[in-house]
């Protein structure tokens, strides 16, 4: 969780095409939801569980935008279905030859 904080907030502070992109609508509207997600802390019925939950929201949201404006949206989508894919087909191969591993 530490890397993609650290990666996220490294993407954000020196990154001038995601500054851009946080710049635009689609962009304001994400940091809308992270500071939701941080302003909701005080209320949480656990405040340690909480601010995990934050820490590690900022850190997808932000290495996954770090991503989107390094490589392009095209490539991370892609990427992502290929990891998805891959994630399936180790499964099911699990699933079949030693179903003991495989169930849940």
């Known amino acids: 969780m530490i890397r993609e904080i650290g990666l ?6 020196t990154n001038q095409k995601l ?3 946080l710049n635009s609508i689609p962009g ?23 601010i995990a939950s934050a820490l590690a929201f900022f850190g997808i949201v932000s290495l996954t935008l770090t991503a989107v404006a390094m490589q392009g949206a095209q490539k991370v ?28």
């Open 77 to 104: 989508i892609f990427d992502a279905c290929l990891g998805l894919a891959l994630y399936e087909v180790v499964s099911l191969v699990l699933y079949v030859v030693s179903p003991e591993v495989a169930i849940y």
């Open 19 to 21: 500054k851009r992109l």
């Open 8 to 13: 996220g907030l490294w993407g954000v502070l």
């Open 28 to 50: 304001l509207l994400v940091l809308a939801l992270v500071f939701w997600h941080v302003a909701t802390i005080p209320t949480a019925l656990k405040l340690s569980v909480a």
